[in-house]
C-alpha cells in the first residue's frame, strides 16, 4: 500500500504542477482570445470584489489540495525507505484536519457547467492544464480509495515501542 501512495502521490504533484502552469482554457469571440488559468480565476474573482469566493477557490483548489499532496509525500517517503517519520502523527493529524476542504471534483463540475453555457458565446479549447486537472482528480481519488490510516498508525506504535519515534500520544479519534 505504502508504494502504491508514494507514486499516486508523486504522480499527483507532477499533475498539480502541470495543471497550474499551463492554460486551462482558451475563449475566442470574433478573433479576440483569452486565457485563463487557476491563479487568473482567482485574480479575476478578487478584482471583481469577491474576496471571500477568491479566497475559498485559493484555499479548495490550490492551498489545501497541495498541502495534501506535500503530507502524503512526506509521510510516505520515509515509509516507502524504511523509516518512520517522527512527525507522522503530526501529519495523519493535519491529513484528517484538511481531507475535507480539498474540492477539486466539486471545482472541475462548476468549470464544465461554465463550459457548456460558454460555448454558446465563442470558441472554448481547453488546455493541457484541463485534462491533467481531470487526471490529478482521478489519481487523487484512487489514493484516496487505498489509503487507510491503521496500518501507518500501527507503524508508528511499533516505532514508538522500539525508541524510533518519541513517544506521542495519539492522535486520532
Known amino acids: 500500500m505504502i508504494e502504491k501512495l508514494y507514486a499516486v502521490h508523486v504522480a499527483a504533484l507532477i499533475l498539480f504542477l502541470v495543471s497550474n502552469a499551463f492554460p486551462f482554457l482558451t475563449f475566442e469571440v470574433l478573433g479576440n482570445s483569452s486565457q485563463a488559468t487557476f491563479s487568473t480565476a482567482i485574480q ?21 489540495p497541495f498541502s495534501r499532496i506535500v503530507i502524503f509525500l512526506l509521510l510516505f517517503a520515509p515509509l516507502h525507505h524504511g523509516r518512520v517519520p517522527r512527525f507522522a502523527p503530526h501529519l495523519l493529524k493535519t491529513l484528517e484536519d484538511i481531507t475535507p476542504w480539498g474540492m477539486l471534483d466539486v471545482f472541475l463540475v462548476g468549470v464544465l457547467v461554465s463550459i457548456v453555457k460558454l460555448v454558446k458565446m465563442g470558441t472554448i479549447i481547453p488546455g493541457i492544464s484541463l485534462w491533467s486537472f481531470a487526471a490529478l482528480i482521478l489519481i487523487l481519488a484512487y489514493g484516496e480509495s487505498i489509503f487507510e490510516s491503521h496500518p501507518i498508525w500501527e507503524r508508528i506504535e511499533k516505532a514508538q515501542h522500539k525508541g524510533q519515534v518519541k513517544t506521542f500520544r495519539r492522535l486520532r479519534s
Open 44 to 64: 479575476y474573482l478578487y478584482e471583481e470584489g469577491d474576496y471571500l469566493l477568491a479566497v475559498a477557490v485559493l484555499m479548495t483548489t490550490l492551498v489545501v
